[in-house]
């Protein structure tokens, strides 16, 4: 009896539905793409302007302990536009309730971040991914990655 109740449960798993959506992971960072126009030929900068939903926090580009994940952009030249660097703003200290005194180095609400390029003139679009980790009051979840893309002009 007992083996036969083994055996049926992986049958009854798989006849069990979840709701659709259940499984898939929401993004808690949103980036806000909005066309911008740049002087061709010289060095200069995008904005790269994101959001985090309410209620959560991402880890700074520098966080205070090796072992929290640093939000980082990483981002695609191609043959008309060569990125030099990326300027991330500095992070405000939050802690947990349970813990008051171990302040974390995080971003909530609106950030943005520079991109210094020098483009060549006409249109492009800058691609990037950004790397981050998403935590609320309660617990972090695991590390997202969200796409970037960027249309602007270089005249």
Excluded: W
Aim: net charge positive.
């Amino acid at each position: 009896m007992a083996l036969a109740l083994y055996l049926c449960v992986p049958l009854i798993a798989q006849q069990i539905q979840l709701p659709k959506g259940i499984l898939k992971k929401k993004p808690h960072v949103t980036f806000l793409a909005d066309d911008q126009t740049v002087t061709a030929g010289r060095a200069t900068t995008l904005a790269l302007h994101f959001t985090i939903e309410p209620g959560f926090h991402i880890n700074s580009h520098t966080p205070r302990a090796l072992t929290l994940i640093p939000t980082k952009l990483a981002v695609q030249d191609d043959n008309t536009f060569t990125v030099k660097s990326v300027d991330f703003p500095r992070g405000h200290d939050y802690a947990f309730a349970a813990s008051p005194n171990d302040k974390l180095d995080v971003y909530t609400g609106d950030f943005v971040l520079t991109a210094h390029l020098t483009a060549k003139r006409g249109p492009h679009t800058l691609k990037g991914l950004l790397h981050y980790q998403a935590c609320d009051t309660a617990s972090c979840y695991p590390p997202s990655t969200l796409p970037v893309e960027l249309h602007f002009t270089a005249r």
